[in-house]
Structure formats: structure tokens, C-alpha cells
């Protein structure tokens, strides 16, 4: 096909492509992105696949080898749905959408610059018409719709939607340019300028550096003096999975997030310090609420788990330090951070967002002012965002219990509560287990009943393993066991809230128990929005994370 690409000093370019086959289409336009002195600084290839290729048959590429390789040691857990692969240090993606043509086009949220259109046997039928609709709804105005099987039909039926046949001997090239008003408006970037996080943890370390990445001036207000202070401070985690055979929400959402959190870890930090993607074994769950989908069945999903007689295997789970990877985030030329900055009102005015509120022990001063603010906190989310009050969230506090690592078991274990085991500390390996759930302020947590909590979760998870549960349980009896306290915000439907609040005020919070997971996620999500680039995930689940649907619903 010809595929000369208008792309030449653009911030973004978003491709879409019909029928991914093995690769073969993507891996040349990415070569070709390499070889181009002004290609765009991100290029977002979203292509379609009833089924994916195997690993095999990517790897097969030879005019590519190095980029297959590299797109091959992605390619795993691709079950039914739509799967965000990050390459080229981010600055590649492929949205691959695992699916029948229609309904994964209704999934999609994206505008894009160019269509590939391969349809082997076009013809005068009803059908094709609606696919040429359905793939116009995708492209932006002035958009090239390529197709390698030129007929009159096509040409005919592309004219009647708006688009300009170019001549072309070895393909069907045409422009979106119709000569009506468009009911529908493809999405514009936000430019970036200057942008006020409110929020130094996982969530706004996140929005930062996603920003950042996207060109913004990023200043990051904390009322603590370092970053990852309150929950973020939390010395391990484990991310993993949740399942469900409905494929629910929260499970697309977690695999999702997963995706986008290894993918970060892999690029900023360093694994076996900072992460370790070990795995964890699930316990005590009824294998039927615990079971996939069965349409999964010829697919990828042994990639994400496997069930025997211990329990279910979550192979993507991970444990990670939170403070590592927030530091990470922020370790950025573009963000600034500003601690011992209490953030207590937002105005808006003619020229962006007015903040004010305490730095330094002194109150009632002007902490600053920008075009954009994302507000990332559980402390005070009510307060800050206008007409915020009766959102439904709860703050809930909770107890972690660590020592050192005196027990050869070092699988992370989960299910009522978690054990990571086997974690490098300063001076000696260290296990950690919780979490306690109290609705209670910090300051009024009772340390022997945290303690005593997580002893006795301690011993149904480690009842497999009677020696670690003796060693375990001899290090509280000797006092070696030691508690540490935070703070979670949740939403009433456990999924993060997300996006525009009010013009040029934002938010990313509510992640609870699951900012490991959802962090990296939610800041791709909302600066994809602000870029008007392709979300990384679909439309459905996109809804359920905006920050408006409590609002609408009140």
C-alpha cells in the first residue's frame, strides 16, 4: 500500500488499522517512525484482531527483527478485549483490540489520522457501507483512509461519505474532507502549558509525570516535606489481579492497570530493589466467583493465572515499594516539587486556578496559580473540588505488620489479606502482612488489636506452611513484629475517579487499596484525554472511571 503518512512534527500521531494480521503493517510503520528525523514524538497504532497472532508468527518478521523481538517480549495475556502495549520507552503504543470488527469499533475511543482499511473480498453490499461508516466515526476531518483493494464500490461509497479520492495505481487512497457540517467533533488537545498537581503519592506522581512526558510545566504541591508521605509511605505492596467470571469491570480495570504499572517499573525502576514480579498464590476463594470467562478458553489467559489444588496463580502480581516508584515519577525535568504546602481552597479566576492555604506554618497564603490544576489526594478531595460534598467515598485506615524475614517460604501469598515475603530492606530482608480495615482516624487505631488482627490473618494464610507459620508466629511473641498505619480513599463502586472535574480543574483519586495497579493507569487516562490521543481502554470502562459519574447521578 502507498503509506506516505502526513506525520512530520506532530506531537501525536494515531494510526488505525483493521486487520493486524501478524504484525507485519505495524512493525513497518514503526520502523519507519524510527527512521524519521521529524516523526511525531508518540505514535499510537490502534489495530484490530479477531484473534491475535502467536509469538511465533510475530518473530517470523524479518524485514524488523529487532523491533519483532522487542513487540514479541509484549505479547502475552492478549484474551478477548482491549490490550495497551507500550514500546519504544512509551513513545510507541499498540492498542490492540481482541475482537469481531463492529463491536470492537464501539469500543474504541479514538480519533485517528489514518485508516488502514483490508477487506479481501469488498462488494455492493449493505455491509461494507456500514463498515466504511462505522470506520469514518474513527477519522479525524482530513484523515487518509488507505485500502490495498481499490474497486469502483469503495470509491463510490467513500465519496457519498465526505472523502476525496487521490489517484493511486497500487491502492485506494482518500481524504476525510466532507463539504457538511460534522454533528460529531473529533476531540482537541489541551496545549500543554503550566499545570499544579495537589498531591505528592502515587496518584499525583503519576498525572506528573505523564504530564510531564507530554510537554507540561508541572509544579507538585504536598502538605508533607517529602514526597510519598501517607499511604504512598507504605514500605511494599502487592499488585495483583482481581477475577471474576463475568470479566467485571474492576477485573478488566485491574489487568489494564497492571499492564500500564510493569510497564512504568520496567522503564524507571529498578527490579529486585525497587519491584519483582513474582507471582501470588490466592487462597480460600469459591472457585466458581474465582473462575475467568468461559470464552476465554482459547485464548491467553494462562498468561494471567492458573488454578490447582493451592489455589489460584496470579502470575503477573508484583510486589513494589510505592516510594521508589513515586520518586521515580518525579525524578523528572519537567516537575517541580514543593513541599510543606497545605493546599486548602481553589478560585477560579480569568487566568486559570488561584490556590491557597498554608506553607511553611504561615496560613491564608497564595500557594500559587495555573491554567490546569489535578487535584490527587484522599485528604480534603471533598473539600477542595466544588460541588464535591456528597460524593460517595469513604476514608478507610488501615494496619500492615512487618519483620524481618526469618522463614524460607517467599511466594506472596493472598486472599483474606496478603503476605510479601522475601523484600530487600536496608540492612536485611523483611516480610509485610494486612491489612486491617477500621474507620477510624489514624491517632485512635489501636496497635495491639492492629497487631493481633493481622497475627491471626497471618496464621490462616501460612496453614499450608506450618514451619513458616511457627517461625512467623515466634517472631510476635518475641516482639520482633512491628506495625505500620495509613489511610485509603475509596468510592462506593471501588473504581477510581478519574478526568475533568470543572474546566481546568481535574482529578485522580479514590483508588483505594489498589494504587499500585490504578495510578499509572488513571494519570495515561486522563492525559489521553487532555491530549486527545486513543485511551487505553474501552469506552464502557473509560465511563466508569470519570470523575462526572456521581455528579450526573446525583
Not at 476465554?296 to 502470575?315: P, Q, T
Not at 510479601?420 to 489501636?446: K, N
Not at 520482633?480 to 462506593?492: A, D, M, N, Y
Amino acid at each position: 500500500m502507498n503509506m506516505q503518512l502526513n506525520w512530520q512534527a506532530r506531537a501525536s500521531y494515531t494510526l488505525l488499522d483493521t486487520a493486524f494480521g501478524v504484525g507485519q503493517q505495524f512493525l513497518a510503520r514503526w520502523a519507519s517512525w524510527v527512521a524519521d528525523p521529524d516523526r511525531p514524538k508518540r505514535l499510537h497504532y490502534v489495530a484490530i484482531a479477531p484473534t491475535p497472532a502467536t509469538v511465533a508468527q510475530i518473530l517470523e518478521n524479518t524485514e524488523n527483527p529487532g523491533l519483532a523481538r522487542e513487540l514479541a517480549s509484549e505479547w502475552w495475556g492478549l484474551v478477548p478485549g482491549i490490550h495497551r502495549l507500550r514500546l519504544a520507552a512509551g513513545h510507541v503504543t499498540l492498542t490492540l483490540a481482541i475482537g469481531e470488527l463492529h463491536p470492537v469499533l464501539k469500543s474504541l475511543v479514538c480519533d485517528a489520522d489514518a485508516v488502514f482499511f483490508n477487506d479481501t473480498a469488498p462488494g455492493v453490499n449493505q455491509d461494507l457501507l456500514d463498515t466504511l461508516k462505522a470506520l469514518t466515526r474513527h477519522c479525524r476531518v482530513g484523515g487518509l483512509f488507505v485500502s490495498p483493494n481499490p474497486n469502483p464500490v469503495m470509491n463510490e461509497q467513500l465519496r457519498s461519505l465526505g472523502y476525496q479520492i487521490e489517484d493511486s495505481q497500487t491502492s485506494l487512497r482518500a481524504r476525510f474532507a466532507p463539504h457538511w457540517p460534522m454533528k460529531r467533533q473529533a476531540a482537541r488537545p489541551v496545549n500543554p502549558d503550566r499545570a499544579i498537581v495537589i498531591g505528592a503519592g502515587l496518584s499525583g506522581a503519576a498525572v506528573a509525570w505523564q504530564l510531564a512526558e507530554h510537554g507540561w510545566q508541572v509544579e507538585v504541591m504536598d502538605r508533607a516535606d517529602q514526597p510519598a508521605a501517607d499511604a504512598s509511605a507504605l514500605p511494599v505492596g502487592l499488585m495483583a489481579t482481581h477475577v471474576s467470571p463475568d470479566d467485571a469491570p474492576l477485573s478488566r480495570a485491574s489487568r489494564t492497570g497492571i499492564r500500564a504499572t510493569l510497564a512504568v517499573l520496567k522503564a524507571l525502576c529498578i527490579e529486585g530493589e525497587d519491584w519483582r514480579r513474582t507471582g501470588a498464590l490466592e487462597q480460600g476463594r469459591d472457585p466458581v466467583k474465582s473462575s475467568w470467562p468461559a470464552h476465554w478458553a482459547n485464548s491467553d489467559a494462562a498468561d494471567w493465572f492458573s488454578r490447582d489444588a493451592d489455589g489460584l496463580h496470579h502470575k503477573t502480581a508484583a510486589w513494589i515499594k510505592p516510594g521508589a516508584l513515586v520518586r521515580a515519577w518525579l525524578h523528572h525535568t519537567g516537575i517541580q516539587f514543593k513541599g510543606g504546602t497545605d493546599v486548602h481552597s481553589l478560585t477560579h479566576t480569568c487566568q486559570g486556578w488561584l490556590l491557597q492555604g498554608r506553607q511553611q506554618g504561615v496560613h491564608g497564603q497564595t500557594l500559587g496559580k495555573a491554567p490546569m490544576v489535578v487535584v490527587c489526594t484522599a485528604f480534603g478531595l471533598r473539600r477542595l473540588l466544588p460541588g464535591a460534598d456528597a460524593l460517595p467515598l469513604d476514608l478507610v485506615a488501615g494496619q500492615v505488620a512487618m519483620a524481618p524475614q526469618k522463614t524460607s517460604l517467599n511466594t506472596p501469598l493472598n486472599g483474606n489479606g496478603h503476605w510479601v515475603p522475601d523484600v530487600p530492606g536496608v540492612s536485611a530482608p523483611f516480610w509485610l502482612s494486612g491489612s486491617t480495615y477500621e474507620r477510624l482516624p489514624l491517632d485512635e487505631l489501636d496497635a495491639a488489636n492492629g497487631l493481633e488482627s493481622n497475627r491471626m490473618r497471618l496464621a490462616r494464610l501460612l496453614a499450608n506452611w506450618p514451619q513458616a507459620c511457627a517461625d512467623v508466629q515466634n517472631q510476635f511473641d518475641q516482639g520482633q513484629v512491628h506495625r505500620w498505619l495509613g489511610e485509603r480513599c475509596t468510592s462506593i463502586d471501588r473504581l477510581p475517579l478519574v478526568g475533568e472535574w470543572l474546566p481546568g480543574l481535574h482529578v485522580s483519586a479514590a483508588q483505594g487499596s489498589r494504587g499500585l495497579c490504578f495510578a499509572a493507569l488513571c494519570a495515561e487516562l486522563l492525559v489521553a484525554h487532555l491530549a486527545a490521543e486513543p485511551l487505553p481502554m474501552d469506552a464502557r470502562l473509560a465511563q466508569g472511571f470519570a470523575a462526572q459519574r456521581f455528579r450526573q447521578s446525583s
